[in-house]
Every structure is written in C-alpha cells, then in structure tokens.
C-alpha cells in the first residue's frame, strides 16, 4: 500500500476524493475510488456522503449521484453564471410534451414506450428521439415480454438539468383528482 493509504485520516481521505472526482473524466464508482485509493469501499462511501455534505448550500460545487455512480458537477444555482462566463447560450426549454414524458420516465423508470404511451395517450416516438439526442434519457434494456421493447430511464444529464443531485430529490408523486393509494397505483401500472 502506498504511504497515502497508511497516513490518511478521514479528512485527507475526503480530500483525495475531491481531488480524484475533479479530474475524472466522468462519473465514477466508489469501487473504482476504492482501489484507486486502496481503501474499503464503505470507507470512501461515507466520506463521499460527509463531501457532499460540505458541497450542499452556497458552495459552486456539488456531488451528483447517479446509478451507483458519482461526479463532482457545477451547483446548480451558478448555472447562469457559467453559461455567461462559457458564452453558452441558456438552457434549452424542453416543450410540454417533452416534460411530460420525462416526468414519467423520472417516477416509473425504467419503462417501456408502449408504457410511457399508455400514460400520455399519445405516440411518444419524436419525443423519446429529441430526449435521447439531448442526452437527458437512455436506454436501460429490454423488457422479456412480446416484440422485447426498450426500457427508459433518465441520465446524470437530467439531473444536471433539473439541478439535482439524486433521482430521490424529485418532489413526491401527486396525481390531482385521484383519491386513494389503491387508484394511484393502478394509475401507474402499465
């Protein structure tokens, strides 16, 4: 083992991970962390959690998760200095149809587009097109059912894009007019 791993304390340890998720090119896996810095994987686990902890509020910096994986991304709120700063133009506006079938995307993924259809009642194929080249969605496999159709679900990108660090930060489910738990779930099954 090197000197580093027999030397850190936690706090060089959460150091070295800053300075380890600052250059990946990527988000990266705690297990790839781990090795990297030759530590248990609940060891970098926690110190990642104490991290991102230190991000949360008014720092320019914030720890995304994303399935299993993490990234040192830009907080949200300095977006539009960023964008200012880079000469990029704002944040393109998603068209209703594309928020709404990324919302349900978000709180059933992954599904299926016969799935997200049955939900919108309407085709959603020039939808799941525009949301797969904007990089805000992905194919998640297939199903083992009839024709195997494609699961969605969304990306690190979406997180970005929304200003979320997890998938858990979204706002609960509500579904107006619907009175009890038994409808709610049958509102969502395919």
Not at 9 to 30: K, Q, R, W
Not at 76 to 96: C, D, I, N, Q, Y
Not at 104 to 123: E, L, M, N
Not at 136 to 152: K, S, V, W, Y
Request: net charge negative.
């Amino acid at each position: 083992m090197s000197e580093l791993a027999h030397e850190s304390t936690p706090f060089d340890l959460e150091a070295c991970l800053e300075a380890l998720l600052f250059v990946a090119g990527g988000p990266v896996s705690i297990q790839q962390l781990a090795a990297a810095l030759e530590r248990r994987s609940d060891e970098v686990e926690k110190s990642l959690k104490i991290l991102a902890l230190g991000y949360s509020g008014k720092r320019g910096l914030s720890i995304q998760w994303h399935n299993g994986k993490i990234q040192l991304t830009t907080a949200p709120h300095m977006a539009e200095h960023v964008e200012k700063f880079l000469g990029l133009e704002a944040t393109s506006r998603l068209s209703r149809a594309a928020l709404e079938t990324l919302t349900i995307i978000a709180y059933r993924q992954p599904i299926t587009r016969p799935g997200i259809d049955a939900v919108r009642g309407v085709s959603s194929d020039g939808v799941l097109k525009s949301l797969l080249s904007k990089g805000l969605i992905q194919e998640a496999g297939r199903t083992d059912g009839p024709g195997r159709p494609i699961l969605f679900e969304t990306t690190a990108e979406f997180l970005q894009h929304f200003g979320l660090s997890t998938i858990d930060e979204l706002p609960p489910f509500e579904s107006e007019g619907v009175r009890s738990e038994e409808e709610k779930l049958r509102l969502l099954k395919d």
